[in-house]
C-alpha cells in the first residue's frame, strides 16, 4: 500500500517526519547513488577534472547532501517518503524532517509516495514509464571491446575478436572507443584501414548487430571540429568554450545542444553510422549536452539535452538500439532503450587514488556495483546496463565480487562482456555460454536481497561500508 500525492511547481517541500536515511540519486550514469546518512556534511571533490564528470556541475560545490529528480527519505520504523519529479531538471535534498525540491526556474509535475521503500519506488518507476514511455524490455547480451582493448581497439583485433565469438550468443558486438580519429572527429582512424562500414559489414557477417561508440555532444580541446566548428561549442559568460571534463589527454568542451547548427551535427553524425550500417549505439559523455553556460536558444538545461536526444532518436531510426552512458538519468527516459546506471567497472575492487579523493564516481568494481544495485528499480522504465562481467581468470577481483558482477547482470538483464574471447579456456567459454543462454527468474527479496530461480543473492555487503558520501570503505 503506497499513499500518492502530485503537484506542479518550480519547488516542493514535504514535511516528511524523522529521518534516518536520505536515498540519493546521482545525476548521470556514473554519480553516486545510494542511501546515505542525511545530515553529514559532504565536500567536494579536489581534483578538477574528476570533479567536473563526477555529477551536476551546479552542485559540485554543495556542503550539504541532496540528489537529482528524486529523493527519498527512511523514517525509524523504516517506511519511506519519496519526492520525485515527472519532469527531467529537478533536485531533491533533506532538510531535517523536509524533503525539499526545486527546479532552476522551471514548472515540473511533482509525486509525494509513501509507504513501504520497494513498492514506493515501483511506483515511481511506473510514474515515469507511463510519462516518458518504455523502450527495450529484452534481455541484452553484448560483447564491447573497452574492456579488453580500451584505446587501442583495431579492424584486426575485431576481426580476431569475431572469429573467437563464433557460435556464441551474443546478440551485439560493439566498437568502443579507440576507432575515431579524435573525439568530436567522428571518422576511423589508421587503426581501421578498411572504415567503419567495412566493420559493420564484418561483424553482420558474423552474426552480430553491429554496435558502435560515439560521445556526440563533446569535443576534446584538440579536435577539428572545437578548432573549426566554434558555432557548435557552448559557451561561459565570458564567451570561452565550457570544459566538461579532461580526458583523452586534453580538456573535452561541451557542444550547445539548443544551437540549429548542433542538432544539424547530430542529425548527420548518427545518421552516418546508421548508414554505416550500425544498429547499436553507444551514446556516451552525454551529460555534457546538460552542462550550464550560455545556450544560443535559452531554456531549462535538461530541456535542451532532452531535445538534442530526440533528435538523435529521429536520426537513429527506432529500430537501432539506443544505450545513454554518462547520461543524465531521468532526462534520458523514453528516448534511450538502455541507460548505464553505474561508472566504469574495472578488473580490481577500487581505485585507491580516486577513493582517496573520496569520488565514488571513478572506476573500479565496487563503485560500479555500488551504484548499478542502487538503481536497479529503473529496469521498470529503461533497459539498465550494470557494466561489463569478466570471465576471464587475470583481474584481480576476488570470487565474491567476480560472483556479484555476475549476479547484478542476472537481475538486471542486461549482459555486457568484453573478455577476448581468444584467453577464455573451455570451462569460462561454456560458463559464459551459460550465463547468455539462461533467463532466469528474479524476484526481489529486500533492499539489497533478490533470489535467482530461488537461489538466494545478497549484495549488502558492498554496501555496508557506504553509510555516508564522504566514507570510504574498507576492503
Ligand atoms: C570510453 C569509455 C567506455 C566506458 C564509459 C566511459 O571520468 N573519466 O575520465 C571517465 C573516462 C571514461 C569513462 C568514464 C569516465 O568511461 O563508461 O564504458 O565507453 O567511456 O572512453
Redesign the pocket.
Given at each position: 500500500m503506497v499513499t500518492l500525492d502530485f503537484h506542479r511547481g518550480a519547488t516542493a517541500a514535504i514535511d516528511a517526519g524523522p529521518a534516518v536515511a536520505f536515498f540519493r540519486h546521482g545525476w548521470h550514469?556514473?554519480s553516486p547513488t545510494g542511501w546515505v546518512n542525511p545530515t553529514r556534511p559532504v565536500s567536494p571533490i579536489a581534483d578538477e577534472?574528476?570533479r567536473l564528470?563526477h555529477d551536476d556541475p551546479r552542485h559540485a560545490f554543495d556542503s550539504r547532501v541532496g540528489g537529482s529528480g528524486v529523493g527519498l527519505l527512511q523514517h525509524p520504523d523504516g517506511s519511506v517518503t519519496l519526492l520525485g519529479a515527472l519532469d527531467p531538471g529537478a533536485r531533491v535534498w533533506p532538510d531535517g524532517a523536509v524533503l525539499r525540491g526545486s527546479t532552476e526556474g522551471a514548472s515540473v509535475e511533482w509525486v509525494t509516495i509513501t509507504g513501504e521503500e520497494h513498492p514506493v519506488l515501483r511506483e515511481y518507476a511506473s510514474l515515469l514509464a507511463t510519462r516518458f514511455g518504455r523502450r527495450g524490455g529484452e534481455k541484452v547480451r553484448v560483447w564491447?571491446s573497452?574492456y579488453s582493448f580500451y584505446?587501442d581497439v583495431t579492424e584486426t583485433r575485431m576481426n580476431e575478436v569475431l572469429v573467437g565469438l563464433e557460435g556464441m550468443p551474443f546478440d551485439i558486438v560493439q566498437v568502443?572507443?579507440g576507432w575515431e580519429r579524435a573525439v568530436g572527429d567522428w571518422s576511423a582512424n589508421a587503426g581501421f584501414p578498411g572504415g567503419m562500414a567495412a566493420m559493420a559489414d564484418r561483424i553482420h557477417s558474423a552474426d552480430f548487430t553491429p554496435g558502435l561508440?560515439l560521445?556526440p555532444l563533446i569535443a576534446q580541446s584538440t579536435s577539428n571540429l572545437a578548432r573549426e566548428r566554434g558555432e557548435l561549442l557552448l559557451r561561459d559568460e565570458a564567451g570561452d568554450p565550457v570544459v566538461a571534463?579532461?580526458?583523452w589527454g586534453s580538456p573535452y568542451y561541451a557542444l550547445d545542444a539548443t544551437a540549429e547548427a548542433t542538432c544539424a551535427f547530430l542529425s548527420d553524425l548518427i545518421g552516418e553510422a546508421r548508414g554505416w550500417g550500425y544498429r547499436y549505439l553507444?551514446l556516451?559523455?552525454l551529460y555534457a549536452g546538460a552542462f550550464p553556460g550560455v545556450h544560443a536558444n535559452p531554456m531549462p538545461r535538461e530541456v535542451a539535452y532532452r531535445r538534442a536526444c530526440e533528435v538523435m532518436r529521429e536520426a537513429a531510426g527506432d529500430d537501432c538500439y539506443l544505450l545513454a552512458?554518462?547520461a543524465p538519468i531521468i532526462a534520458s527516459l523514453g528516448v534511450f532503450d538502455g541507460i548505464?546506471i553505474g561508472?566504469?567497472v574495472a578488473d580490481v575492487w577500487e581505485i585507491p587514488e580516486l577513493s582517496a579523493l573520496g569520488d565514488e564516481?571513478?572506476?573500479g568494481a565496487r563503485n560500479a556495483l555500488a551504484t548499478s544495485i542502487n538503481r536497479l528499480w529503473l529496469a521498470d522504465v529503461v533497459d539498465v546496463d550494470p557494466?561489463v562481467v569478466f570471465f576471464r581468470g587475470d583481474t584481480d577481483l576476488d570470487g565474491q565480487t567476480l560472483a556479484a558482477l555476475r549476479d547484478l547482470a542476472t537481475v538486471a538483464r542486461f549482459v555486457g562482456v568484453s573478455d577476448p574471447p581468444g584467453g577464455l579456456d573451455e570451462d569460462q567459454r561454456s560458463d559464459l555460454t551459460t550465463m547468455l543462454r539462461e533467463d532466469p527468474t528474479v524476484t526481489r527479496r529486500s533492499r539489497y536481497g533478490w533470489a535467482i530461480d530461488g537461489r538466494p543473492v545478497d549484495f549488502s555487503w558492498i554496501l555496508d561500508d557506504r553509510s555516508s558520501p564522504t566514507t570510504v570503505g574498507k576492503r
Open positions: 550514469s556514473w577534472g574528476r564528470g564491447c573497452w584505446e568502443d572507443d561508440w560521445a571534463g579532461i580526458n553507444k556516451d559523455f552512458c554518462g548505464r561508472p566504469d564516481s571513478g572506476r557494466d
